[in-house]
């Protein structure tokens, strides 16, 4: 008994291995497509001078939140420019924009499916569970041998990890919408699919907004994790600091990781508060579209069935 042992990594090897045989061509798709979403936000942002780059984002903040957070924002920058960390920020930002924009694009279809289907969320719950607890290195070993060493399998682990407070989000921001008002769409003829774009998405996409938030967020978290697979950036750096336990590298690199996920934090965070604004404002707006009477169109038809009968009594007198 003592010498039973359950070969559940062989298996899961084993598995590993058949899919690599049977969706090889979809990994050389994947192969070929991330590095070039990659390349082109790297070249977006890495092209220009610095400055330009920081306007940019100062102005965005500006907009997004106030001058607090411009200014906040420009002196964060300008601290990367002054630790020579530009390039590897910008490494790290455009890793981090792709893989929340694959993991977002992937997570609010799946937590629509699940707010919609209670069958699909029970499937997906708990491999959403398994996702968040499994340790982030894990992730790494079969991106590694389905992608090789570089940027996709950090790409990959990230989209892996960060993914599911999207989906959760999601699917909690729908199921939170007032069913009264649902129900109203459906009384006045509205079909589904109009419901979830003019009602359903509008009333959760606070919630929505805070998932992309926390995809974002996550993203960043494993930058340094991808930075073990080659995936360079800010973590190449920190990961090179490691190796020859350099502080001031490490350090900076760092605090250059922590400046942008403020950043990115505030920026997400204030676009979810300006569409929660409009979220009272819509509350309304639904159910004035579909499902109450229009004031402007009843108030004619009741002249009008009125005028006939006094008109008709005049005649008749």
Known sequence: MNDFRFPLGQVVEDAIDFVTEVFGGLFDVIRIVFPGLYDAVDLALSTPPFWIVIVAIAALGYFARGWVLAVGSAVGLL???????????????????????????LSVPLGILAARSELASRIIRPILDFMQTMPAFVYLIPALILFRVGIVPGIVATIVFAMAPG??????????????????????????????????????????MAGVNQ???????????????????????????????DIALGFEAGLSVVILAIILDRLTGALGSQRRKPKRRASGDPTTRIGTPDPR???????????????GGKEHL
Not at 223 to 231: C, D, L, S, T, Y
Not at 305 to 311: L, R
């Open 79 to 105: 601290l990367v420019v002054g630790v020579d960390q530009w390039d590897n920020a910008m490494d790290t930002l455009a890793l981090v924009l792709v893989s929340s924009l694959i993991a977002v694009a």
């Open 167 to 208: 989906v959760r989000l999601t699917e909690l921001g729908i199921r939170g919408v007032d069913k009264e008002v649902v129900e109203a769409g459906h009384a006045f003829g509205s079909s589904p699919s109009r419901i979830l774009r003019q009602i359903q998405l509008p009333l959760a996409m606070p919630s929505i």
């Open 215 to 245: 995809v974002i967020m996550l993203s960043l978290s494993m930058v340094v994790i991808a930075g073990m697979v080659g995936a360079g950036g800010l973590g190449g750096e920190v990961v090179a600091s490691l190796g020859r336990i």
């Open 297 to 311: 169109r009843a108030e004619p038809r009741d002249s009008a069935s009125a005028v006939p009968q006094h008109a």
